[in-house]
C-alpha cells in the first residue's frame, strides 16, 4: 500500500558538508535520497523505514567524472546516462557501459545512480559486477574525513556494507590498466529490457605466449553478495587455455557460489549458465 506522503521530510542541503552534518547531528535519523528510483518504489510499497530524507542529487561534490593518468573518478550521483555518453568509460571500461545500458529503461537511466546501485545493495543488481571486475574504489566520507576503500569486501552480507550511518559514498575510482585486457559482460534475464538479472557475469582477462596471466571474474544474483571469484581466477592464472583448465575453472566456480530458487529463476539454471558464461569468456579469451 502507498506510504503517506505528509508523513515523510525531504530537506535539501546546500553543500555536502551541510548533509554531512545532519548525518553527523542526528546518527541513523537521516536517509540519503539520490536518483529516488529504488526508494520510490518502497514508497509504494509502504515500507520505506526512515520518516526523514536528505536530498543529495544536487551536490556537485559528488557529481563529474575525471581522468588522471591512472584513474577514472565519478561522482557517485554519475547517472547511467552519463556512464554511457562519457568517452573514457566508453572506451576503457565498456562494460560498466554495457551495464548501464541495460539497467532499466530510459528513466531509470537518467535517474538512477552508480552510487544508489551500490548501496542498495541488491545482488542481483547490474553494476557492481562490472565495478567488481575492474577493481573499483569508493570513497566514503563524513564530517570525521574521508577514505578510499577496495570495493571488493565492502558487501559483507545479504544489503549489508561497511559503511557508517554518518557517511556518504561521494566517489569511485577505476584504475586505467584495462588496455590489452578482454572485456566480457552477459546480464541474463527474461527479456531484453527492464529485467532484473537471472546472472550477471563480469570478466577481464589477459593471456600471453599461450597461458593464462591473469583474470577477474565476478558474478552476480547467485549468492546474497555479488561474488568476485577469486578462487576461480587462481586456478586460472599462468595456466594454458586447454579441456582440463575450464573443467577445473567450472568445478571451482560452482563451489564460489550458492545461488537460489526464487521467482526468477532456479538454482540449477543459475548454477549451469555461470558455468555456461565462464566457458565463453575462456573461450573467447584466446581469439
Ligand atoms: C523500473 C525499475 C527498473 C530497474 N532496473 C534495474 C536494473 O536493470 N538493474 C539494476 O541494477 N537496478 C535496477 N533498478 C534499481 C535502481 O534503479 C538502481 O539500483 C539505481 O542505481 C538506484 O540509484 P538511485 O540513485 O535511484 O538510488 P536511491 O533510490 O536514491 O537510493 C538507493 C539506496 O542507496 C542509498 N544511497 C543512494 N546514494 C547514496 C550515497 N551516495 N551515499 C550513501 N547512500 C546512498 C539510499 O539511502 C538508498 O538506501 C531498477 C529500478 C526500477 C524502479
Request: aromatic residues 6%; proline residues 5%; glycine residues 6%.
Amino acid at each position: 500500500m502507498r506510504a503517506f506522503i505528509p508523513s515523510y521530510k525531504l530537506t535539501t542541503p546546500a553543500s555536502l558538508a551541510d548533509a554531512l552534518a545532519l548525518l553527523k547531528n542526528e546518527p541513523g535519523v537521516w536517509k540519503p535520497f539520490a536518483g529516488g528510483t529504488d526508494l520510490m518504489v518502497l514508497l509504494e510499497a509502504g515500507k520505506l523505514a526512515h520518516r526523514d530524507y536528505i536530498n543529495i542529487w544536487g551536490l556537485q561534490e559528488m557529481r563529474g567524472i575525471e581522468a588522471s593518468n591512472t584513474h577514472v573518478t565519478f561522482g557517485a550521483l554519475t547517472t547511467y546516462t552519463q556512464v554511457q555518453s562519457d568517452p573514457i568509460l566508453r572506451r576503457e571500461f565498456p562494460m560498466l557501459c554495457q551495464a548501464a545500458s541495460e539497467t532499466g529503461g530510459l528513466a531509470i537511466q537518467n535517474r538512477g545512480t552508480l552510487g544508489g546501485n551500490i548501496i542498495n545493495a541488491s545482488p542481483a543488481a547490474d553494476s557492481p559486477p562490472a565495478l567488481l571486475a575492474y577493481d573499483a574504489e569508493i570513497e566514503l566520507v563524513s564530517m570525521r574525513g574521508s577514505r578510499w576503500v577496495p570495493y571488493q569486501g565492502f558487501h559483507t552480507g545479504y544489503k549489508q556494507m561497511q559503511i557508517a550511518e554518518d557517511e556518504l559514498l561521494t566517489r569511485i575510482r577505476l584504475p586505467r590498466n584495462t588496455a590489452d585486457a578482454k572485456h566480457y559482460y552477459r546480464k541474463v534475464g527474461t527479456r531484453k529490457a527492464q529485467a532484473i538479472s537471472k546472472v550477471c557475469f563480469a570478466a577481464v582477462g589477459r593471456m600471453q605466449d599461450a597461458q593464462i596471466t591473469d583474470t577477474r571474474i565476478v558474478v552476480g544474483s547467485v549468492a546474497p553478495i555479488v561474488v568476485r571469484c577469486v578462487q576461480t581466477e587462481n586456478t586460472l592464472r599462468g595456466q594454458k587455455l586447454d579441456e582440463q583448465t575450464i573443467e577445473t575453472a567450472c568445478d571451482t566456480l560452482v563451489r564460489e557460489i550458492s545461488p537460489i530458487d526464487d521467482v526468477r529463476s532456479t538454482s540449477r539454471y543459475r548454477f549451469q549458465v555461470a558455468k555456461n558464461l565462464l566457458v565463453d569468456f575462456l573461450t573467447g579469451l584466446q581469439d
